[in-house]
Structure formats: structure tokens, C-alpha cells
């Protein structure tokens, strides 16, 4: 009777066979990983820009990287591309960890093609977006790339296509973070627009659907690069970026610390840390940070540095829109979205811009299970011809819609003022806050005080010996009456005033109790939310 093992032995040939092999993958690996050569590297270094492997080093943690299809080549024709098949195709795809969680990331490799995107190219973008999804993990995209790849033709465009459709099934299931650390032109900027989150750097990133020359052939304009679609330009003006910096290092190290503060996947919880700020500490400087008279600006961000762990937070959408603050922080170590209106900034007010970026921010903190702070100190909406023609009806409605569709742990904190409108939709009670709290400098009215008395009291001040006399009593008397720091808590609407120098020790216990709050939204396909 013949063993397996006797039966193998004459035969030795497939081992030495697997020994070749296995040099001759090593030689091929090494070939894949050195990319198309040091001149291509020099060059692209040349530009301040670090190569693919080089950024998923800097993102990931050391010596986490898995690739996958790093052997990938195209298999097109024509123009020359058959005699030019790299390893890779121009995209790093993969997974790996940071801080040991889980994280997906593709790279465009601009030494290969510019990095810009092909048939192959796109399969393997498709491929590691499909196993982010279904491994429920965050995927980051660090993109600098040329568009898409012109010899291929309508193939490229489709895999665009591919990937603009698993980002919308993406979108709320696992963060979505793309990078820009290059140019990114005409449709390839849809990808970065339907995530959570975009990163720029300056002077090396770019993006813009038709760039300088064909504005320039269109309209006649002569603008840059960087004036068209640069960082800066995105990161004020258009409020497509959420964070600009100066380096690839810096922006990469920013990357890490916001996966730090955000969920694997919309059915977990942001990981707690451990806090060592006690949670009962009391903010004596509260009370005087904010200004009683409430006509005096000051800077909400003091307030919110006092509440949260260690002054600690990261503000999304710093430079746009700056009259209101969106940012990202813990409390008693448990991650929370912060909300609050900015006295300095236009006082405050909401207006249209204010609006867009409170109501996406609000939308990614449900969809990612990370409970809702707002804090308001708001006159209301900002009056003008330019406003109501741009339409902030409907883009205020755009932060009302979000707000009452939200079914994370929500706690409003009125400091000062909350006028009219822009009270209600600020997370008021009404609207769906678990817990409303108010400061002893509250007023809470549907307009100021001189303008509720000059409606009010019209007849009475017109009639008067002295207007301005009676004027300033009819406003006082308006105070007194509907405006004093407890007219709203003894109407139910506030479920209690408190102390500011005790407010973190508050929203900390609030938040506590409200963790395992559960709430059912009605069934359907999906809400209509005003656009």
C-alpha cells in the first residue's frame, strides 16, 4: 500500500518550482511597490507631494497596510497603453488600521498615468469601497488624480459612475473622508462632494468641475488654479472643504484624530476614552464670559473650550460660515456634535450659509449615532433682499427638517438670546429637544424688546409728550413681563435655568441618562427634506 507522502516523494520538481516562483514574486513585488521609478518620485516630491505609499504610511498605523490587487494591470488598447501596463494601474487600494480600528483607503499614484482613472483603476476603487461597506469600516480616498484616463474613453467615465453610486449606498452607513492632495477636475469631484468629509491642502490641492482655460474661453475670466478651486477658496467661500492645511503631514494627522471621534459604522457608537477633567468641574469664568447686555459680542468658542474635555474640540467648516460653530468633542470622554451661534460673527445670526452647514452637521451627528449639543445665543434670522431672494426659506428649512428628523440624544442650552424663528428651529423644545436648559441671562421672545414695543406700543409712544420716555418704559415693561429669566421655564418650555458655572456637570449627567434613548421615526422610503 503506497502513502501519500511516498507517492509525493519521487517527485521533488514542484517545490523547487515554488521556490523560483516564490523569488519571482518577490522581484515582482518589489517592482509593484517601487512604482515607475525614482525620476517619477523626484518629480512628484519636486511638487511638496508625498507618493501614495507614502500618505497610507502617514494614515495608517505602522506596518498595518494590507493591499489589495496590487499585481492589477489594464488590459486597453490603443494610444500606446498596451505598450504601458504598470503594476497597481495608478491606485494603492487597501485596508489597514488607525489606533487599531479598522479603516479602508485607496490612493491615487499621480507618478503612474497622472493617477488618473481607467477601467482597471475604477474596478479596484469599486472593489475596496464594496469591502468597506460590508465590513462596515470607514473608508478614506486620498485622491490626486488627473480626471479620467482620455484613451479609455466612455469605460472611464462608467467607472466614475461606479463609484459616485457607492457613495450615495455608503453615505450614512460608514464615514466617508476624502483627502485632496492634488488636482481633482470636472466630474471626478462629485466623489468628494457626497462625502462626510473633505480635507485640502494648500497651494497643492485643487478642484473644480471646468478649470481655468475653459473658464477663461467661456467667460473671458483669468483666475489661477488655486483662485478657482483652491483650499483657501473652498474652505470660505464655497464651503465644499471642511478642513484646510498648510502640509500633508499635518492634514493626514488631522485625518487620524477625526476617525478618533467618529463611529465604525452607523450601528456603533463613537468610542469613549478614558477623562481624567472631572465631570462635575465647575467654569466659575462663565460668568463673566458672557456679556449680560445682549447688544456686547463675545467668542462662543471660550464657551465651549470651558465645557468640554481638556478645551479640546474640532471644529468643522471652521472659515465658512462663521457665524455659526459646528465642531466635534467629548464630554465626560463620550463624543458629542457641538452647535452653537457665534456673537461675533454677524452676531450670530442664522442666514443661508449658517444654515447648510449646522443642517449637514446635524445630519452626519444622527447618522452616526453621536448625540446633539446646541447652544444658542441667537437674534434670529438675517433680514435682506439678497436672503430672501437666495432663498432662505427653504435653506433654513434645510437645519429645521434636520433637526426634528434627528433621533440622537439632543440637549439645547440657551445663554442669552433666542428671538422668533430662529429659536424654534435651534433645537427649541417644541421641535423634538430631549432636555432644554437655560442660562439666567436668558431671553427668550419672538422678537427683541424695542422692537416688540415699538409694534405693541406703537399708538402709546406716538400719543406721548415725550416718545423716547415712553418708549423706554413700554420696552422696560415688555421685559418684565415677557421677557424675565424664568418666563419660559414656568411655562414648561425650559426644563430648568441653571447655573452657567455648573453647566458641564449638567449636560454630562443629561447625556448620561439620555445613552440608550431610543426613538422610532414613521415608516418610509425616505423624507423629502427641502433643498
Same mark, same amino acid.
Given at each position: 500500500?503506497?502513502?501519500?507522502l511516498?507517492?509525493?516523494?519521487?517527485d521533488?520538481?514542484?517545490?523547487?518550482?515554488?521556490?523560483a516562483r516564490?523569488?519571482?514574486?518577490g522581484a515582482?513585488?518589489?517592482?509593484?511597490? !517601487?512604482g515607475p521609478?525614482e525620476?517619477?518620485?523626484?518629480?512628484?516630491?519636486?511638487?511638496?507631494?508625498l507618493?501614495a505609499?507614502e500618505?497610507? @504610511?502617514?494614515l495608517?498605523d505602522e506596518?498595518?497596510?494590507?493591499e489589495?490587487e496590487?499585481?492589477?494591470?489594464?488590459?486597453?488598447?490603443?494610444?500606446?497603453?498596451?505598450?504601458k501596463?504598470?503594476?497597481?494601474?495608478?491606485?494603492v487600494?487597501?485596508?489597514?488600521?488607525?489606533?487599531?480600528?479598522?479603516v479602508?483607503?485607496y490612493?491615487?499614484?499621480?507618478?503612474?498615468?497622472g493617477?488618473?482613472?481607467?477601467?482597471?483603476?475604477?474596478t479596484?476603487?469599486?472593489?475596496?469601497?464594496?469591502?468597506?461597506?460590508? !465590513?462596515?469600516?470607514?473608508?478614506?480616498?486620498?485622491?490626486?488624480?488627473?480626471?479620467?484616463?482620455?484613451?479609455?474613453g466612455v469605460?472611464?467615465?462608467?467607472? &466614475?459612475g @461606479?463609484?459616485?453610486?457607492?457613495?450615495?449606498?455608503?453615505? @450614512?452607513?460608514?464615514p466617508?473622508?476624502?483627502v485632496?492632495l492634488g488636482?481633482?477636475a470636472?466630474?471626478?469631484? &462629485?466623489?468628494? !462632494?457626497?462625502s462626510?468629509?473633505?480635507?485640502?491642502?494648500?497651494?497643492?490641492s485643487q478642484m473644480?468641475?471646468?478649470? *481655468?482655460?475653459?473658464?477663461? !474661453?467661456?467667460? @473671458?475670466?483669468e483666475?489661477?488654479?488655486?483662485?478657482?478651486g483652491?483650499?483657501?477658496?473652498h474652505?470660505?467661500?464655497?464651503?465644499?472643504?471642511h478642513?484646510a492645511?498648510?502640509?500633508?503631514?499635518?492634514?493626514?494627522?488631522?485625518?487620524?484624530y477625526?476617525l478618533?471621534?467618529?463611529?465604525? %459604522?452607523?450601528?456603533?457608537?463613537?468610542?469613549p476614552?478614558p477623562?481624567?477633567?472631572?465631570?462635575?468641574?465647575?467654569?466659575e469664568?462663565?460668568?463673566?464670559?458672557?456679556?449680560a447686555?445682549?447688544n456686547?459680542?463675545y467668542d462662543?468658542?471660550?464657551?465651549?473650550?470651558?465645557?468640554?474635555?481638556?478645551?479640546?474640540y474640532?471644529?468643522v467648516?471652521e472659515?465658512?460660515a462663521?457665524?455659526?460653530?459646528?465642531?466635534?468633542?467629548?464630554?465626560?470622554?463620550?463624543?458629542?456634535?457641538?452647535?452653537?451661534n457665534?456673537?461675533q460673527?454677524?452676531?450670530?445670526?442664522?442666514d443661508?450659509?449658517?444654515?447648510?452647514?449646522?443642517?449637514?452637521?446635524?445630519?452626519?451627528c444622527?447618522?452616526?449615532?453621536?448625540?446633539?449639543?446646541t447652544?444658542?445665543?441667537?437674534p434670529g434670522?438675517?433680514?435682506?433682499?439678497d436672503?430672501?431672494h437666495?432663498g432662505?426659506?427653504?435653506h433654513?428649512?434645510k437645519?429645521?427638517?434636520?433637526?426634528?428628523?434627528?433621533?440622537?440624544p439632543r440637549?439645547?442650552?440657551?445663554?442669552r438670546?433666542?428671538?422668533?424663528?430662529?429659536?424654534?428651529?435651534?433645537?427649541?423644545?417644541?421641535?423634538?429637544?430631549d432636555?432644554?436648559?437655560a442660562?439666567?441671562t436668558?431671553?427668550i421672545?419672538?422678537?427683541?424688546a424695542?422692537?416688540a414695543? %415699538?409694534v405693541?406700543?406703537r399708538r402709546?409712544?406716538a400719543?406721548a409728550q415725550?416718545?423716547?420716555?415712553?418708549?423706554?418704559?413700554?420696552v422696560?415693561?415688555?421685559?418684565?413681563e415677557?421677557m424675565h *429669566?424664568? &418666563?419660559?421655564?414656568?411655562?414648561g418650555?425650559?426644563?430648568d435655568?441653571?447655573?452657567?458655572?455648573?453647566t458641564?456637570?449638567?449636560l454630562?449627567k443629561?447625556?448620561?441618562?439620555?445613552?440608550?434613548k431610543?426613538?422610532?421615526l414613521?415608516?418610509?422610503?425616505?423624507?423629502n427634506?427641502p433643498?
Amino acid at each position: 500500500m503506497t502513502t501519500v507522502l511516498e507517492s509525493a516523494a519521487p517527485d521533488a520538481q514542484p517545490a523547487a518550482d515554488a521556490r523560483a516562483r516564490a523569488v519571482e514574486l518577490g522581484a515582482v513585488r518589489a517592482q509593484a511597490l !517601487a512604482g515607475p521609478g525614482e525620476r517619477a518620485t523626484e518629480a512628484q516630491h519636486a511638487k511638496g507631494k508625498l507618493t501614495a505609499r507614502e500618505r497610507i @504610511g502617514l494614515l495608517l498605523d505602522e506596518g498595518s497596510f494590507q493591499e489589495v490587487e496590487q499585481l492589477r494591470r489594464h488590459r486597453a488598447s490603443g494610444f500606446g497603453l498596451e505598450a504601458k501596463r504598470p503594476y497597481t494601474d495608478g491606485v494603492v487600494t487597501g485596508w489597514g488600521t488607525v489606533e487599531g480600528r479598522t479603516v479602508f483607503v485607496y490612493a491615487h499614484d499621480f507618478r503612474i498615468f497622472g493617477g488618473a482613472l481607467g477601467e482597471a483603476h475604477a474596478t479596484k476603487i469599486h472593489k475596496i469601497m464594496d469591502m468597506a461597506i460590508a !465590513a462596515g469600516a470607514p473608508l478614506v480616498s486620498l485622491n490626486d488624480g488627473a480626471g479620467a484616463r482620455i484613451q479609455e474613453g466612455v469605460s472611464a467615465l462608467a467607472g &466614475y459612475g @461606479g463609484i459616485f453610486q457607492r457613495n450615495t449606498r455608503a453615505s @450614512g452607513v460608514i464615514p466617508q473622508i476624502s483627502v485632496m492632495l492634488g488636482p481633482c477636475a470636472g466630474g471626478a469631484a &462629485y466623489s468628494p !462632494a457626497l462625502s462626510d468629509f473633505v480635507f485640502m491642502v494648500r497651494e497643492t490641492s485643487q478642484m473644480f468641475i471646468t478649470g *481655468p482655460d475653459v473658464v477663461r !474661453a467661456v467667460t @473671458g475670466e483669468e483666475i489661477s488654479q488655486n483662485g478657482l478651486g483652491g483650499a483657501d477658496v473652498h474652505a470660505e467661500t464655497s464651503g465644499v472643504c471642511h478642513f484646510a492645511y498648510d502640509d500633508e503631514e499635518t492634514c493626514l494627522a488631522e485625518v487620524r484624530y477625526l476617525l478618533g471621534l467618529l463611529p465604525q %459604522n452607523n450601528q456603533q457608537a463613537p468610542c469613549p476614552l478614558p477623562c481624567t477633567d472631572p465631570p462635575g468641574r465647575r467654569s466659575e469664568i462663565l460668568l463673566d464670559l458672557v456679556p449680560a447686555d445682549g447688544n456686547r459680542p463675545y467668542d462662543m468658542t471660550k464657551v465651549i473650550e470651558e465645557l468640554v474635555d481638556d478645551g479640546d474640540y474640532l471644529e468643522v467648516h471652521e472659515r465658512w460660515a462663521r457665524n455659526i460653530i459646528c465642531a466635534l468633542a467629548r464630554l465626560d470622554g463620550q463624543v458629542v456634535g457641538i452647535v452653537a451661534n457665534q456673537p461675533q460673527a454677524l452676531a450670530g445670526v442664522l442666514d443661508i450659509e449658517a444654515s447648510e452647514k449646522a443642517a449637514r452637521f446635524v445630519q452626519m451627528c444622527d447618522a452616526f449615532n453621536i448625540p446633539i449639543v446646541t447652544l444658542l445665543d441667537v437674534p434670529g434670522f438675517l433680514p435682506g433682499v439678497d436672503q430672501e431672494h437666495g432663498g432662505i426659506i427653504r435653506h433654513g428649512a434645510k437645519l429645521l427638517y434636520a433637526y426634528c428628523n434627528a433621533t440622537v440624544p439632543r440637549i439645547s442650552l440657551i445663554l442669552r438670546k433666542a428671538y422668533g424663528g430662529a429659536y424654534i428651529v435651534m433645537d427649541s423644545q417644541s421641535i423634538g429637544a430631549d432636555l432644554t436648559y437655560a442660562w439666567p441671562t436668558n431671553e427668550i421672545a419672538v422678537m427683541g424688546a424695542e422692537g416688540a414695543a %415699538n409694534v405693541i406700543f406703537r399708538r402709546q409712544i406716538a400719543a406721548a409728550q415725550d416718545p423716547e420716555a415712553m418708549r423706554a418704559r413700554m420696552v422696560k415693561e415688555y421685559k418684565a413681563e415677557l421677557m424675565h *429669566p424664568y &418666563y419660559a421655564a414656568e411655562r414648561g418650555l425650559v426644563d430648568d435655568v441653571i447655573d452657567p458655572a455648573a453647566t458641564r456637570e449638567v449636560l454630562i449627567k443629561s447625556l448620561a441618562m439620555l445613552r440608550n434613548k431610543h426613538a422610532d421615526l414613521p415608516s418610509r422610503k425616505h423624507g423629502n427634506p427641502p433643498q
